[in-house]
C-alpha cells in the first residue's frame, strides 16, 4: 500500500524503531492469523491479554517493580501505530494497561498498587472503568449508581453500568459511584471504587453491536455489592476530579488511535483506486478521485502535523486540555469520513462484512462517540473561545 511519506516531528530514536519491527512481527505472529476469529467470537479472549504480558508489552510504561518497562510515551505511540495499520481496531487490551491502569498508579495506595498492577503488566489480570449510565450518556456528574457505607467498613453498591469496553473479561472494574447524594454539587459527592467482577450481587451482560467486535462491550448491575472500605481508589468524594484528570492522557492517545485508523483507510482508498478498473483504466486514473484522495491526503497530514504538536507540548509538561479536545474531533471525524470514502471507492465489496474497509467504517463510527462524543468536544471547544458567556 502507498501513502504520503511521513515526516515526523517527534524524536524517535534507534531503539523506537527497533521496538517497532520486534512489536510489528510479534502482532504478525501472535495476533494477525487470530484476529477474524476474535472478531467472530466478539472477545479478544483472557489468552490475548496473557501472549501480550508474556512478551514484555502488557504495561510499557509502568515502573519495573510492578512489572513494567519504564519505557517513554512515544513506545506507546508505535504500539498503537504498529496496531491501527494492520487494521487491528478491536485489540483493545491496552484500555486496562494504558488507560485504567494509570488510575491506580496515580491514586492508589501502595497495597493498591502492588495487589492489581503486576498482573495487568504480566496479563495474568485485566481492569475496565466504567463511568457511563444508560440514562445520563455523557453527563458524569448525575450518576446515580450509589455506594452507601454499612458501618461495617463496607460500601453497599446499587445501580447499573454500560457501555464498558472489555467489560466481559475483566477481572475488576473501577467504578464511579456516588458516595455523598447531598454534596454541594452532583459532581463533588463522586467517588471511584474497585470492585471484583465475581461479587455476589454482580452481574455483567454482553452488548451486541456493530463495529469493534472483537473488543467486548458490556452492561453492569449492581445488587448490593458488599465492597471493603479499603477498595475505595483516592479520596473519597474525588472521582469526578480524578477522572477528568485523566481525560487529557486519554483523548490525546485517543486522537493517535483515531488518526491511525485513518490513515489505514486511506491506504486501503489508494489500493482500491489504483486496482479496480473502470472502463479499462483504474478508478484513480479519473480527476474526480484523484480530488477525493489528495483532499483526504491533506487533511491526514494536517491532523497527523497537529496531533504530533500536541504530543510534544504534552511531552514538555505543556497543558493542552482544550487541544486535545479538538484533536479528538478533528481526527475521529476525518477517519469516519475517509473510510465512507473508501466504501464508496472500493463499491460493491466495501459493504461485506469480511472487506477490511468495510470493517474500518463501522469501527471509526464508535469513535465519534467514545472518550467524550464529537458534541462534547465541540461544547469544549466552543467553551474554550468564549462562546455563550454573558457580557
Known amino acids: 500500500m502507498q501513502s504520503l511519506p511521513k515526516k515526523s516531528l517527534l524524536p524517535f530514536t534507534e531503539e523506537h524503531e527497533a521496538f517497532r519491527k520486534e512489536f510489528g512481527e ?24 496473557k501472549k501480550f504480558g508474556d512478551a514484555g508489552y502488557g504495561c510499557l510504561w509502568l515502573d519495573k517493580k510492578y512489572g513494567g518497562r519504564e519505557l517513554d510515551m512515544l513506545y506507546s505511540i508505535v504500539y498503537g501505530e504498529e496496531l491501527n495499520k494492520r487494521g487491528l481496531n478491536g485489540v483493545l487490551t491496552r484500555l486496562s494497561s494504558d488507560t485504567v491502569a494509570p488510575y491506580i498508579y496515580a491514586h492508589g495506595t501502595e ?29 458524569l456528574a448525575h450518576i446515580e449508581t450509589s455506594a452507601v457505607k454499612d458501618g461495617k467498613g463496607n460500601y453497599i453498591v446499587n445501580g447499573g453500568k454500560i457501555y464498558i469496553s472489555n467489560g466481559m473479561v475483566s477481572d475488576y472494574a473501577i467504578v464511579a459511584v456516588v458516595t455523598n447524594p447531598n454534596a454541594e454539587k452532583p459532581h463533588k459527592g463522586i467517588s471511584l471504587l474497585i470492585i471484583p467482577t465475581d461479587a455476589p450481587g454482580f452481574e455483567r451482560k454482553l452488548l451486541n453491536k456493530i463495529g469493534l467486535n472483537s473488543q467486548d462491550t458490556s452492561e453492569y448491575i449492581f445488587h448490593d455489592v458488599v465492597v471493603p472500605e479499603e477498595n475505595l481508589l483516592g479520596e473519597e468524594n474525588r472521582g469526578f476530579y480524578y477522572l477528568m484528570q485523566h481525560l487529557e492522557k486519554e483523548r490525546l492517545m485517543g486522537s493517535w488511535g483515531t488518526l491511525g485508523m485513518a490513515e489505514y483507510a486511506f491506504e486501503l482508498c489508494v489500493q482500491r483506486a489504483n486496482e479496480r478498473l473502470v472502463a479499462g483504466k483504474p478508478l484513480g486514473a479519473y480527476q474526480h478521485w484523484q480530488f477525493e484522495i489528495a483532499k483526504a491526503a491533506a487533511e491526514l497530514d494536517q491532523a497527523r502535523s497537529y496531533v504530533e504538536h500536541l504530543t510534544l507540548l504534552f511531552m514538555a509538561g505543556e497543558s493542552v486540555n482544550t487541544q486535545v479536545s479538538i484533536a479528538k474531533y478533528a481526527t475521529s471525524e476525518l477517519a469516519y469520513k475517509i473510510s465512507d470514502l473508501g466504501v464508496q471507492i472500493w463499491g460493491g465489496p466495501g459493504i461485506l462484512r469480511d472487506n477490511a474497509i468495510a470493517r474500518q467504517f463501522v469501527d471509526t463510527r464508535h469513535y465519534r462517540l467514545m472518550a467524550g462524543t464529537s458534541e462534547v468536544q465541540l461544547g469544549i471547544i466552543a467553551k474554550a473561545i468564549g462562546l455563550g458567556k454573558k457580557k
Request: glycine fraction near 8%.
Open 26 to 49: 510479534f502482532l504478525d505472529r501472535e495476533i494477525v492469523p487470530y484476529y477474524m476469529d476474535m472478531e467472530k467470537n466478539h472477545s479478544v479472549g483472557k489468552e490475548t491479554f
Open 111 to 139: 497495597e493498591q498498587k502492588a495487589k492489581y498492577l503486576p498482573g495487568v503488566a504480566s496479563g495474568d489480570t485485566c481492569i475496565c472503568i466504567c463511568m457511563t449510565e444508560a440514562e445520563h450518556g455523557s453527563d
